[in-house]
């Protein structure tokens, strides 16, 4: 996320279609989502899908 974050205008990032469906999101170093990369508001945004096991 922090390398997508610092993207800008013009820059080119090849990913798979399916990196999209497959966002991994972490709490304090902890895997705690399974979500789905997207935007909102012209933004970047995760949907959160399902929590991962503890």
Known sequence: ???LAQLRPGDLLALEPECFEQVVVSLAGKPKFH???G?????WAVEL???LPA
């Not at 935007?39 to 933004?43: G, Y």
Request: no cysteine; aromatic share 0%; glycine share 8%.
């Open 1 to 3: 996320m922090r390398a």
């Open 35 to 37: 979500g789905r990369l």
């Open 49 to 51: 899908n399902a929590p």
């Open 39 to 43: 935007t909102r508001d012209a933004r």
